[in-house]
């Protein structure tokens, strides 16, 4: 809810000698200040609360409080609350200074001030947007882009980026107001017409979606009144679960080929490794520590790409197989310091951006040897680091292992999760057990 009040600006002093007086405006985290047309002295000032004070003070008084009364009274009428909106309201108070021709600044809120955004700038371009609005798209999306930055998930937060940018070329730098059920369904019709696909629509909805669930905790908007997502409403086009996984066939060529090149080999040894490993990330593998070796056992914590509850996160152990030893030792670094990397990918002192951008161009690196060598195989899926994931829950399944246990290996919170990665395995096994029922047939 916002809240009003007024104040001796005494950081101002007029030629007077006195200071002007200001009705302050403040929502959430934001406040404006708009300077009326009176001037007092501090000592003046006091002697408004006094309860004998002349004429003239007293004259002061009442226009003062009729001020604030018709702000508040504006303020009641308004839901949501806007700045833009307030001053269009008020403009008819003829004590206070409101300027119409132009729609003010809003500085979009962050949760840490202090934080350096500048080795960011270049690459998130909504920093130089302007911002008009306190619920326009660009502020309420930049508010989330530097939270996320702040928590070191680069990825994600030009994830955010690209899905505002979309919005924005929609419809310009609509508020969060304007985007309603119409609004979203135009936006999908837009998309598809430009030869994307519903798939796409969903990874620029997605974040929407937790912008508007953002801002109705903030107060910004309400939600039975402004959410246009839901059942009834506007739902968002799910992803194709696609078959991922790959048959133990094809796994076993992918083990026992030989590269012809160093690149190949470095990507196959760092693909088999995520494999092998729980399905691991590649981040997580290139954040891997020698201090999370610990005997037997690769013991780490998942760096979450998606927002987590991190009292949610367990930490993944994982056996340290022959296999996986092997690549250590071939491929790890020589300095085997608690505080070093397992991987000569990273270095230490790097900022966050610039692990992105190594672990970005890693992910490429291991995606282009694996292309390579399952096109030398004769293998028709398209082979990448998730696939790794994949084939490892597929893998166990089909050795009778529990989705219980999968859950746990690949640090899922949600046994939902767990069940999406092994959801077309189980329609081949049906597929399969059908056939057995006639197995007596010649």
């Not at 132009?102 to 911002?131: A, G, M, Q």
């Not at 914590?301 to 996160?313: I, L, N, P």
């Not at 085997?336 to 992910?363: A, E, G």
């Amino acid at each position: 809810m916002a809240s009003v009040s007024i104040f001796l600006d005494t950081r101002r002093i007029k030629k007077s000698k006195k200071h002007p007086i200001k009705l302050r405006v403040i929502h959430n985290r934001g406040a404006k200040e708009y300077s009326t047309i009176f001037e007092l002295s501090e000592v003046d000032f006091k002697k408004l609360s006094a309860p004998r004070i002349s004429e003239s003070l007293l004259e002061i008084k009442r226009k003062l409080q009729e001020v604030t009364a018709t702000a508040e009274a504006v303020l009641q009428g308004m839901d949501p609350f806007s700045f833009s909106e307030f001053e269009r309201a008020y403009v008819g108070n003829g004590f206070v200074k409101v300027k119409l021709h132009k729609d003010p600044e809003i500085k979009p809120v962050s949760v840490n001030d202090e934080f350096d955004y500048t080795p960011y700038l270049k690459r998130f371009t909504i920093f130089k947007d302007t911002h008009a609005s306190e619920t326009g798209l660009s502020v309420v999306f930049l508010a989330y882009i530097k939270k996320l930055l702040q928590q070191g998930r680069t990825g994600s937060a030009i994830n955010y980026q690209r899905s505002y940018r979309s919005l924005k070329a929609f419809k310009g730098n609509s508020t969060l107001q304007e985007v309603t059920v119409s609004y979203l369904y135009q936006y999908e019709r837009w998309m598809l017409e430009r030869g994307n696909s519903k798939t796409s629509v969903g990874i620029v909805l997605r974040p929407l979606r937790s912008i508007f669930n953002e801002a109705i905790e903030d107060g910004l908007v309400k939600r039975e009144k402004h959410y246009p997502f839901g059942r009834r409403k506007y739902q968002i086009p799910a992803s194709r679960n696609l078959k991922k996984a790959l048959t133990q066939e094809e796994l076993k060529k992918i083990y026992y080929f030989e590269p012809n090149a160093e690149k190949q080999a470095v990507g196959k040894a760092y693909w088999l490794f995520c494999y092998l490993a729980n399905g691991m990330n590649v981040k997580d593998m290139i954040l891997l520590k020698w201090k999370n070796i610990q005997g037997e056992y690769l013991i780490f914590e998942r760096f979450k790409t998606e927002k987590s509850t991190r009292a949610d996160q367990k930490p993944i152990t994982v056996y340290l197989s022959e296999d996986l030893w092997q690549i250590i030792n071939t491929y790890g670094n020589s300095s085997r310091k608690p505080n070093d990397y397992v991987f000569p990918i990273l270095k230490n002192n790097l900022d966050q951006l610039q692990q992105f951008n190594i672990l970005h161009q890693t992910r490429k690196d291991i995606n282009k040897a694996m292309g390579e060598i399952s096109r030398n195989l004769g293998i028709e899926k398209k082979v990448t680091t998730i696939v790794t994931r994949h084939s490892f829950s597929t893998q166990l399944k089909r050795a009778g292992v529990s989705t219980e246990f999968i859950q746990e290996a690949l640090g899922h919170t949600d046994k939902k999760t767990t069940e999406n990665y092994l959801d077309s395995f189980e329609k081949e096994v049906k597929k399969e057990y059908a056939s057995k029922l006639t197995a007596f047939k010649q």
